[in-house]
């Protein structure tokens, strides 16, 4: 079956830090990755996508590539920012299951100022 | 952009009531749409996919006769949590795609049991 690993959390950096939280994958065919960001209480938001390998995705400063050598997709920012501070979960979908999604366990990051 | 909105947003029960959960696609149709439960600090846990005009497809665990889910239209699915006890307290998350791989998540439902 399909799996998803993350870097165990918490992350605490300082702002403007340098962020990379790791993810692997494991899955029977092609599939579509995906980063969520979810703010305390409320529900997910799609960070950014990668469709197919070498696929770079990118939103708000943060980048991932799909790298299928590897079975990865790290999420990586330049500088964070305190309002960044969140839980990220890595996430993937089988493209024939209407969307249905594997997550990882998530990572808490806390910005400092 | 593609909005699922929940309703209501937080609820509280007493111990044997069911309550019930909408998730709304408020700008496209979803034929599928999936409910999440979530632990404090944990992921999400799939619980089952809900499908238009079906019955829905629960995943392993998971109790069909508690966790009640009807998908009466392109727009809305219902989860209903009968004789809801406190270990039934959690997130409760819908998500809802247009058909390819990306899902749109609602902002969830804090269920509380007392």
């Known amino acids: 079956g399909n799996s998803v690993t993350q870097m165990e959390g918490p992350v605490t950096l300082s702002e403007e830090a340098f962020l990379t939280i790791n993810c692997t994958y494991t899955?029977?065919?092609?599939?579509?990755l995906f980063w969520y960001v979810q703010y305390p209480g409320e529900g997910l938001q799609l960070l950014l996508k990668a469709t197919k390998a070498d696929d770079k995705g990118s939103n708000k400063g943060f980048e991932a590539t799909y790298r299928k050598e590897t079975t990865s997709f790290h999420l990586e920012k330049g500088s964070v920012q305190v309002s960044d501070s969140a839980v990220y979960f890595c996430a993937l979908s089988e493209n024939t299951n209407a969307g249905k999604s594997t997550f990882g366990d998530g990572t808490t990051l806390t910005v400092k100022p | 952009g593609a909005v699922v909105s929940q309703h209501p947003s937080w609820v509280i029960c007493k111990s044997g009531t069911s309550v019930k959960i909408e998730c709304r696609s408020l700008?496209?149709?979803?034929?599928?749409m999936f409910w999440y439960r979530q632990f404090p600090k944990k992921s999400l846990m799939l619980m089952a996919t809900s499908n238009e005009g079906s019955k829905a497809t629960y995943e392993q665990g998971v109790e069909k006769d508690k966790f009640l889910i009807n998908h009466a239209s392109l727009t809305l699915s219902t989860l209903t949590v009968t004789s809801a006890h406190p270990e039934d307290s959690s997130f409760y998350i819908c998500s809802a795609g247009e058909g390819g791989d990306t899902q749109y998540f609602g902002p969830g439902t804090r269920l509380t049991v007392l």
């Open positions: 899955a029977t065919g092609y599939p579509s």
């Open positions: 700008d496209f149709q979803a034929t599928t």
